[in-house]
């Protein structure tokens, strides 16, 4: 087994409960960890054999620029298509998505949600 991690995907987005949100937009962090099985990658060495993490970040990628209301929206599509994409490839999952300065009237590093599946 093996853990494939992708940290500190950045990406520009609208998303949020208020209108002004999804207008003006803001900056968001995500972390990805999946278990997967590694054996045949790591003796065949060749990537038809390892879960593609470029695809990975192509469909977050694709996820991240549809506007939502909420962060668990955003996390559940991206898991949803991920699962469907890889779905005997991904044992389990674990994303993490950070909203850096919300407007919640007061100084605020960031938000975040994390969920597993």
Same mark, same amino acid.
């Given at each position: ?43 065949? /060495?060749? +990537? ?5 993490? =470029? *695809? &990975?970040?192509?469909?977050? @990628? ?17 898991? /949803?298509? +991920? ?5 005997? =490839? *991904? &044992?389990?999952?674990?994303? @993490? ?21």
């Amino acid at each position: 087994m093996g853990l494939i991690e992708i940290e500190g995907m950045e990406f520009y987005a609208y998303h949020g409960h208020f209108e002004e949100e999804r207008i003006v937009g803001n900056k968001f962090l995500l972390d990805i960890a999946m278990e997967t099985n590694t054996d045949e990658a790591e003796k065949m /060495d060749n +990537l038809k054999y390892a879960l593609n993490y =470029q *695809i &990975i970040y192509a469909i977050i @990628k694709d996820e991240m620029s549809k506007k939502s209301y909420l962060l668990e929206n955003i996390g559940k599509r991206i898991l /949803d298509k +991920l699962f469907t994409e890889f779905d005997i =490839q *991904i &044992i389990s999952c674990k994303l @993490k998505i950070s909203k850096i300065n919300p407007p919640m009237g007061g100084k605020i590093e960031k938000v975040s949600i994390t969920l597993k599946r």
